[in-house]
């Protein structure tokens, strides 16, 4: 808005009007004294100010709008039918006026000066805004660095105080922090501690893929302390902190596991010994009781001791045959002879091996897969028993199974067996096929080791297949696995 300061009505009406046919909004006052009160009040882009005015002559005014803090910025055109001298025109500038024009106005110069005045006003308005703007980013950007410093020597103070090796980076993985632990390993703050020849791990290159992915890393390495020889396990974690989809920072830490390393291989040692000490006296035993079942007729009262006798020395045998194949694949020493067989053949085995088993349950058999796969016939068939004898042990109050088979359009087999039993949740499913895993619900109720599952994984793997297990809590579990069909790997 313009406002435009006469003593005469006259002149402000023409002034007035030459504005607003061009689109300028105006005001009006007809004395210095009322223009100041307006300028207090409201904000002006331009002031056109008559000079020679009763009471407070223009001089006066520009001199006390000079004095306003909100309006010592308003530019201000002089307007006078007074002599043009020099030092007259001096005095005006002094005042405060950006501008001076003499009456008679000329419209067309008065509108070029308004024009320009006018979009300096936006431009300076602007880059006021702009500078607002700027003073609010750098403000906030200050806040944002300062809390990041904050949370920054927070994490540090943190990572000093625990006992693992521990490090930072910046998002493109270069090392932008150590704690006091990590130079007890490493010479340097800017490379991995070096890791056991036998171990094959380039860190530094494992660590560029694993930023490259921008998936957490999990690695088992083995290192050694500057002032000793002797290396030791270590679990070597570190994931991305993310700030909405963006990386921005990796923690990691070295955590010393040797000793749980050496527990679980004597554990592993132990159970390897035992499986095979234990396996000759109960092969001893199992026969021993075959040859008094035979001899027994098929009315004597103890016949049926002696059945539930073989029953649970049945159990005990299968158990210490898992011992003796977890033994093995601790120790990479679990074989298997690969050959061509035919599928079914061992699936219809399996299954009658079932029912003659637990014949008060009916196990229901959906497809086919009559090809002929390379693999080892007796490891597969392990696992088909596998999954149906947990079908039926985990489903006492239902007494059907289900099993399908056929052959997917990828050229592998897949086998899914369904029971309608008490579940897995899903926070316990992605852990089912781990080693010694239980779940808690089920612990007490059945019996077992935790370990079929884990060794039919280990089976499955070593056929380049897959397995899993789609299950919700008192709705049944379906355990699967599929198998190439021309694998000899």
């Not at 006052?29 to 407070?56: H, N, R």
């Not at 000793?259 to 000759?280: C, G, P």
């Not at 009262?301 to 977890?326: A, F, G, H, N, W």
């Not at 088993?357 to 009916?362: E, L, Q, S």
Request: one cysteine or more.
């Amino acid at each position: 808005m313009i406002l435009i300061v006469d003593d005469k009505p006259e002149n402000i009406f023409s002034l007035k009007t030459i504005l607003e046919l061009h689109s300028f909004p105006t005001d009006t006052a007809l004395s210095g004294e009322e223009a100041l009160k307006k300028i207090l009040k409201k904000s002006y882009a331009l002031i056109i100010l008559d000079v020679q005015m009763p009471g407070m002559d223009g001089f006066e005014v520009a001199e006390a709008i000079s004095g306003y803090s909100k309006a010592r910025d308003i530019p201000i055109l002089f307007l006078s039918a007074a002599s043009t001298d020099k030092k007259f025109i001096t005095k005006g500038y002094s005042a405060g006026a950006m501008d001076y024009i003499t009456k008679p106005i000329d419209p067309d110069i008065l509108l070029l000066k308004v024009k320009t005045f006018y979009r300096l006003y936006q431009q300076n308005q602007e880059l006021n805004l702009i500078q607002a703007s700027l003073r609010s980013e750098i403000e906030f950007r200050k806040k944002v660095e300062g809390e990041l410093q904050e949370r920054a020597v927070e994490l540090h103070s943190i990572l000093e105080s625990i006992p693992q090796i521990a490090f930072t980076t910046s998002a493109d993985g270069k090392i932008d922090y150590v704690n006091e632990k990590w130079l007890d390993f490493s010479s340097s703050k800017h490379e991995f501690p070096p890791t056991h020849p036998d171990d094959n791990v380039d860190l530094a290159r494992e660590w560029q893929r694993t930023v490259a992915s921008g998936k957490a890393l999990e690695l088992e390495i083995r290192v050694h302390p500057r002032d000793s020889s002797e290396y030791r396990y270590h679990l070597l974690r570190a994931i991305p902190v993310r700030e909405g989809e963006n990386i921005t920072k990796w923690v990691g830490t070295f955590t010393d596991i040797d000793d749980q390393k050496q527990a679980v291989k004597r554990k592993d040692e132990f159970i390897s010994i035992a499986s095979h000490e234990l396996k000759t006296p109960l092969t001893t035993i199992k026969a021993y009781v075959q040859l008094l079942d035979r001899s027994i007729g098929p009315d004597e009262p103890s016949r049926m001791y002696v059945e539930r006798t073989l029953v649970q020395v049945q159990k005990l045998d299968t158990l210490i045959v898992d011992l003796l194949d977890l033994s093995k694949i601790e120790s990479g020493k679990l074989k298997f002879n690969k050959r061509p067989f035919v599928f079914e053949s061992i699936l219809a085995d399996a299954v009658e091996m079932i029912r003659q088993t637990y014949p008060d349950y009916t196990i229901v058999r959906k497809g086919r897969a009559d090809v002929e796969v390379f693999g080892d016939e007796t490891r597969i068939e392990q696992v088909v028993l596998n999954y149906l004898t947990n079908a039926v042990k985990y489903s006492p109050d239902q007494k059907e199974v289900q099993i399908e088979t056929g052959v997917q359009p990828d050229g592998q087999v897949f086998v899914r067996v369904k029971d309608y039993g008490i579940g897995i949740s899903k926070e316990h499913q992605q852990n089912i096929f781990g080693k010694f895993y239980r779940v808690d619900e089920a612990a007490g109720k059945f019996q077992g080791l935790g370990i079929g599952l884990y060794i039919c994984a280990e089976v499955i793997r070593r056929h380049e297949g897959v397995y899993g297990v789609e299950s919700a809590p008192g709705q049944g579990s379906t355990f699967y696995f599929c198998v190439p069909i021309g694998s000899k790997t």
